[in-house]
């Protein structure tokens, strides 16, 4: 217990000298922080129907950055988690563009869809690590680009609109395609309802299952998992095909409800933004969970940023990178604790 | 004269890709992966324009461009080897941070007219017929590109300063056991490719892609490590990719007019290439190597340094 609590001292610490970073150097650029933050607390929140969008943003952020966490428990740098959320929203246009678009089964089997898309895209990854011993990171970042290579394909030719052949994206869903939504303001139920399910099974699976444990036994050392007598290949090979999968799940959200059709950079950089999620989370469900709330609060409210502030809304991306670099740098410094330290001191 | 042009075109649009791949891989042979190719490329293709722009002298703006990369490859090195931190997660996250840095910073120089990198003839063998036009009229970042190439190559294979770096990034337990400062190398491995990099993304802003606009060089950085892997490792075939990928963007441009799908995907074919090279280079590596003809092993194996990517073993000195 008494360790827990001097963690959250450790994390709050942490959390206070990063957000000093971050003022300091929002100050260096001339601009006001408090105002910053106003603005985004006010323009994410400010209102029920700012709220929804930046449900809608979270959605597909807060799937991207559990998916990663299964690759990286298994040791395994996820990049292609771009081209596994551009691969699911591919599995849900194509969907949307068939027989079943127009009936209202159509969201369902496109969960289905984007599931497999995605799982088979991530996999690819996996099976060209475990059978061709190929890095990762250079599979991931080929893969993301085929995959975006693709989507350009599809939208330029096959899945133009009536036409015209442009980069603009495919045509609008039928209604019956959109992620149904209840009221005025469309809330997005169904959206919420995968999320909460899939942290709750991510949550049982690392918690109380074999297969959690011997995931991150694969991640902490490849040989020692050999010599339990279980095959560390496998268990990488899993882990990019759930992560895919997941992955699909926010490009399901993508394309069904955030733009309603398939555009060339469906993904918006959400995947890489998860990475940068995942990585101060250390792998804690919960953190992800609100990490990823917050991340897209930034996104949401920074696109007021230009209208009330007259600020580009790169520096939303600068906050966000800078709070990161920040948070692995103090850890890896231990000041915190050097800090902590002293106040207990100084206070008996 | 159509064919002419084309040599000219690919020569000179493959400037900055020749100096950042050889860069990359400088850095890779010292066992440094350094990711934030795309962000170091972008954020010195800013600072070497607004540089250039601000003094009215390019060589100004090319020397803030490599001053930029090597702080960037300094930052990475600190962190890699003092803080003994991923280097992976931090290339990655100044990737992300220098391209919104470079968005946010660049606001004021977008679409101006700075200083311009003129061409220069060489005297005598530029009058030459054909020859003289395609190699030798060009400007000095291209003929520096040009001899960068073998330079490079004799830098990593011949001298004691490279194949020591060489050493660290294959075994570094060994070459610390040999002598050799590995810490020290793998610094100035990471810092002289980084130096590269920020003087292709200056040679992209005052250049090939002359001027300043929102995520200006996007997509060269992710392209430009594939080159590497393309190359594999190896200084002539990385530069022979870069002008491969060159003429790719030539022939982009030119299928534009035909069809819209061709234009877009040509400049993607890299990155499955990159894909089949690596599945080639460990699959040679596993069999046995007279299996395969000589000339397939030169064009597409290569020697991945053992120890890319990975951290230092605690106990190297």
Not at chain 2, 231 to 242: E, L, Y
Request: charged residues 10%; positive net charge.
């Amino acid at each position: 217990m008494n360790k827990n609590i001097q963690l959250i001292q450790i994390n709050f610490i942490r959390l206070v000298l990063t957000l000093a970073i971050i003022f300091f150097v929002l100050t260096l650029f001339g601009t006001s922080p408090i105002s910053i933050f106003d603005s985004i607390i006010y323009g994410s929140m400010g209102s029920y129907s700012k709220f929804i969008r930046t449900l809608i943003v979270w959605a597909p952020i807060s799937l991207a950055s559990v998916a990663l966490i299964y690759t990286f428990s298994a040791g395994m740098w996820n990049i292609g988690i771009e081209g596994q959320i551009i691969m699911g929203a591919v599995g849900a246009t194509f969907v949307a563009r068939s027989f079943f678009g127009d009936t209202i089964i159509s969201p369902y089997v496109q969960i289905l869809f984007a599931l497999g898309f995605g799982g088979f895209w991530g996999l690819i990854c996996g099976v060209l690590k475990v059978k061709g011993n190929v890095h990762e990171i250079f599979s991931g970042l080929g893969l993301d680009f085929v995959a975006s290579g693709i989507v350009i394909y599809l939208i330029i030719g096959p899945w133009k609109r009536e036409g015209i052949a442009s980069t603009s994206g495919t045509d609008v869903f039928d209604k019956a395609s959109w992620i149904p939504t209840i009221g005025q303001n469309e809330f997005p139920l169904l959206l919420i309802l995968i999320i909460f399910v899939i942290y709750i099974f991510s949550f049982f699976i690392f918690k109380y299952t074999s297969f959690g444990l011997r995931l991150k036994a694969t991640g902490v050392n490849e040989d020692a998992a050999e010599r339990f007598y279980f095959s560390s290949g496998k268990y990488i090979l899993l882990s990019f095909f759930i992560a895919g999968a997941i992955a699909g799940l926010a490009g399901f959200s993508q394309a069904s409800g955030a733009y309603h059709k398939l555009v060339p950079s469906i993904s918006g950089g959400f995947g890489f933004l998860s990475i940068l999620i995942v990585l101060i989370c250390s792998r804690n469900i919960f953190f992800t969970l609100i990490i990823s709330f917050l991340f897209s609060a930034l996104i949401v409210g920074g696109s007021q940023l230009q209208i009330k502030l007259g600020l580009d809304h790169s520096l939303i991306g600068i906050i966000q990178a800078l709070f990161v670099l920040s948070w692995l740098i103090l850890e890896k410094l231990k000041l915190e604790k050097i800090l902590l330290s002293k106040i207990i001191r100084s206070n008996e | 004269m159509l064919f002419e042009n084309t040599i000219v075109t690919v020569i000179s649009l493959s400037t900055p890709l020749i100096i950042a791949v050889i860069g990359e891989t400088i850095s890779e042979k010292s066992g440094v992966i350094n990711l934030s190719a795309e962000g170091t490329i972008m954020i010195s293709a800013l600072s070497g324009f607004a540089f250039g722009y601000i003094t009215d002298f390019a060589i100004i703006g090319f020397l803030a461009g490599m001053l930029t990369g090597s702080i960037i490859a300094a930052f990475i090195s600190y962190c890699d080897i003092k803080l003994r931190m991923d280097q992976i997660a931090v290339g990655f996250v100044l990737t992300i941070l220098c391209i919104d840095l470079s968005n946010y910073l660049g606001q004021d120089y977008v679409r101006i007219n700075g200083p311009m990198v003129t061409k220069f003839a060489i005297p005598f063998i530029s009058k030459i017929p054909i020859l003289g036009n395609v190699f030798f009229n060009h400007s000095l970042i291209t003929y520096f590109s040009i001899l960068l190439i073998p330079i490079s190559w004799f830098f990593l294979n011949k001298t004691n300063l490279g194949l020591s770096i060489r050493a660290s990034g294959e075994n570094p337990l060994a070459a610390s056991s040999r002598g050799i400062n590995v810490k020290k190398m793998r610094m100035f491995g990471t810092i002289i490719g980084g130096a590269l990099l920020g003087l292709a993304g200056a040679s992209f802003s005052l250049y090939t892609k002359y001027g300043w606009s929102e995520s200006h060089t996007a997509n060269y950085g992710w392209i430009i490590l594939a080159i590497v892997i393309f190359g594999g490792w190896n200084p002539f075939r990385a530069a022979a990719g870069a002008y491969g990928f060159g003429l790719l963007q030539v022939l982009a441009i030119k299928a534009q007019t035909v069809t819209l799908a061709l234009s877009q995907i040509l400049p993607l074919l890299p990155f499955p290439i990159m894909i089949f090279i690596l599945i080639f280079i460990q699959y040679i590596n596993r069999s046995e190597r007279n299996k395969f003809p000589k000339f397939l092993i030169s064009i597409l194996g290569g020697n991945q340094p053992e120890a890319l990517g990975r951290k230092l073993p605690e106990d190297v000195k």
